[in-house]
């Protein structure tokens, strides 16, 4: 994210704009917590994780009141133009907003979930998914050597991308998806057939916003169907979203930022900057949607074939 | 690990003796799974984690016929002296061992709980902590950002050296660990200041022994207590037991297992190999049992201090 | 690469059929050096880096009594099928052996370079970025508090790809690249008008490929042309082919091994597999040259932009 | 470095001191570039590589004229006391100033190199050597499918710890250090046996300040001495100095850094702060010169023993 914000603000300075921050999003533009950003002020960031700019929710936002506050915080500063960050909630957000207010707004995707419209891929996705396989890497090298099951737990609520593309990643023997609804039935299976095939190691990568609940979940329900099984959870958490960006996101979002603010000289408004096929493309907010694409059953199938 | 197997293969070959390796600790053993290694079977291990020996547990060596199915195994294969790698279970199975059957044998720390006497340090433990701080590391990257206590369990089931040396390297708020006993009121008190104060970012490190629950019990009694405070859990699990080993632990597998063959040599048995102030010491297996150290108050102190 | 031959071995085996392996590329082949590969030879190597293969380049695989004993040993081992992974000239040299010699054989694109028709990425190449980033973060950690200029060699003796992406990744003030022609005059001046503004830090990415003489030609220059400044060397040189592949790097080349084997189960047979906005896609050999596509002139202007 | 000033500052404000910071060390007391240092300016710094007080060699320091200015703005901002944080150069400074000017001040030893007197290590030195055998363990990954000799450079101008270190930590075939003397014709006949034992990965660590030119100048030697050999140079640079600092370089720091102001609190002045056994002790600045250590044969012993 910060690899956005230093491309942005020297973009900006490039074309003679002044560009100014917002911290901690919608909940800041309404306290006004806005301040000019030096070409020195994103000198040394693009490797960090997190953003300087900080986040929050804020519900504030979701009433009229606090749009009418933002918006007086945005005339008081004298600023034109707008630059988004954010996920599905971010555009939503914006859509309310530019329906009352006229300010020029492109936005940029920037979640680690990869579950939006209008881009390949999301600022953070690629990040989260090697921390993920990095994790799992290190779990693998005793996995080998004890008779257990390991249930590694990686976000993605509503999403199960980093689920499977980690999973792929760490050749985990099965990944279990909000999307592939795969039932528990079909898992207490494979692992009883693994057993009789004397086959031990076993990596389970589970997606957070799986309905059994997590690792944790996944866990109780194997204890109960298979009394002498010995499981060990990992629960990877916020340490997905933190760490050094990966190349491929910080590239990312510099083009990003870089195209976003030629878009906003270009005239363009209420749009998403966001990655095709290697070129950048801007699709309306409305549409930015959480994208609820069916997984590839093509990389389902490989995965089955592969992790045998 | 592997770099112990490394030195006592290439100090065993440079001595003309000739080295096997045990698969899966006493139950290979018992089983008879033992096989000659070759300097090139060592080549390019000494940065994998894990062991290229596996490790297991064995309920069998417990008991009288175990021991003598061991024994049989050694005799079979001609095995004049031993070499045992693990921790304070390894040792006091050697006891028993020893106690009927002559042969000569030296142990290594390897254990990443840093709980044995003899040594300033066990093989493995600075490579836990490193893992350890990483992980938190990059939680720390977003908890700046949200108004949220993070809590992250690490490994050691009666011993919270993983804690407590993770928890300053890490720069946490506040650490639990199985020897200090803090109560949880004073927990409680420290996040309801915090609140009061307007400080937002908090990493408690969790040691898996604690008998609250590890982080998940913790972060219950929080919900209970503290009911709008929101908490993140994060369980590294056997993360901290993989991947490529710190130099540090690298160079000590590699002094004490060169210093274990050298000592077989010198007719010394039944000792572990530690190093104490920099120098190879070596201790009776009877003595290397689990360390109830006293956390040093002076450490505690400290990190109250740099935590504020 | 180990993901791609994991990804074979399984998805053949999956398909009933015997897969081997040949060590050590075209030279292999000639020696014989070939034998069967089971599913447990490839568990637990897709997080390795190099290959399990090994490498080399064969000399007298380019004379017509190499390419003899080659196809010799094939039929010996009854090979009925080649997937070869390589580069440039792996495919040139498959060109001419199956002008005389019909077996079926499908390519995989193996060269951290980047530099080949036929697809958007080749396996390696994220990787090695990644790596290049993560050393020149670690530079510039120390060259904000001297005075001093850091010129960083990464790899890519004919093609910039890893210099354009690294230097993008990290924020690099300047990128020297072959494709570039970039005039050492045009850098001399860059770096005296940043001395002018008193702007210390400067990071210069040189690929080994440029005709100056990579990092240590260039230092020389500058400290003919510029007294008084001080240069620092970095040459990254072989630790950019090593290393945990990235996430990327492993799902690409576990989806190019699965596709490659249907592709010869359906018939196809001296093309490439590569990955093209997301699909696997064909090409022919002979098209799978070494690519001499321009640089985008939209990335090198946006470089300079942003490192301002 | 950045832990030991975020122990130094939240240690001070416990004791109700007032701690400044000064950038750029006896070159920024000199310039008064000096500002007050909060609980809040060293929040989430302790996991930085670098150091947020940057650092400078000062020649204006050597002279009277220097230390008269650096010794008013001192004055000017009434300071009462000092840290400083630095190696040889640093606390010779020290001994020069305190002739004339009485202020009282402890050191801590801040160099990679490991070279002081009156420390069992210094701050930076665990991080260096990780960051040392991390890359050559990525080299190492291809080294093997190679016939080439690897020759890698890494720091330390007088002193060859980082090498010694790092060449055991990584398995290296040899190490070339400053203070082994080791005549090259001993390496070109161990290259000419392994090439007779057909044994082809081979690995040299050269640390930087040895006297055949760093490893551009082993390559050069061997290339006329053994001229079908190819090599590969590979130059760590300042990588070594920068990268997230390690667990134990991390808790080191503190340590000393909460015992510094303890120590000036005591009533200690012109002693260094190091750790020796796992204690914080006191060494007067005149007595933490330069260290001509002799290595230890031991371990020089070792690793020809371990690289067969």
């Not at 999973?167 to 023997?173: K, L, Q, S, Y």
């Amino acid at each position: 994210m910060n690899a956005a914000v230093r491309a942005i603000v020297r973009t900006a300075i490039h074309h003679q704009l002044l560009p100014f921050g917002i911290l901690r999003g919608y909940q800041g533009m309404i306290e006004g917590d806005i301040f000019e950003l030096k070409t020195t002020d994103v000198s040394n960031i693009i490797q960090r994780g997190g953003t300087i700019l900080k986040t929050a929710r804020s519900k504030e936002f979701m009433t009229e009141a606090g749009m009418q506050k933002a918006y007086e915080q945005l005339q008081r500063h004298q600023i034109e133009a707008l630059i988004l960050i954010g996920g599905d909630g971010t555009f939503r957000g914006a859509v309310e907003f530019f329906k009352k207010y006229q300010i020029p707004a492109i936005g940029l995707p920037g979640t680690i979930d990869n579950d939006l419209n209008g881009t390949d891929e999301t600022i953070g996705f690629d990040t989260a998914v090697n921390t993920a396989i990095e994790a799992i890497d290190k779990i693998r090298d005793t996995a080998e050597a004890h008779d257990r099951l390991f249930l590694v737990e990686v976000m993605g609520r509503d999403a199960g991308y980093i689920a499977l593309h980690s999973g792929i990643g760490c050749g985990a023997e099965q990944i279990f998806i909000p999307e592939q609804k795969e039932s528990i039935e079909e898992m207490i299976e494979m692992i009883q057939e693994d057993k009789r095939r004397k086959k031990l190691t076993s990596i389970i990568v589970v997606a957070e916003g799986d309905e059994i609940g997590g690792a944790q979940g996944v866990s109780q329900i194997l204890k109960e169907r298979i009394p002498d099984l010995e499981t060990r959870v990992t629960v990877l958490g916020h340490v997905q979203r933190g760490g050094a960006p990966s190349s491929r996101d910080r590239i990312l979002a510099s083009r990003l930022g870089f195209g976003a603010v030629e878009a906003l000289l270009k005239g363009r408004t209420q749009e998403m900057a966001g990655m095709i096929n290697d070129e950048v493309v801007f699709t309306p907010f409305a549409s930015c949607v959480k994208l609820q694409k069916p997984m590839s059953s093509d990389l389902l199938e490989m995965i089955r074939v592969l992790a045998k």
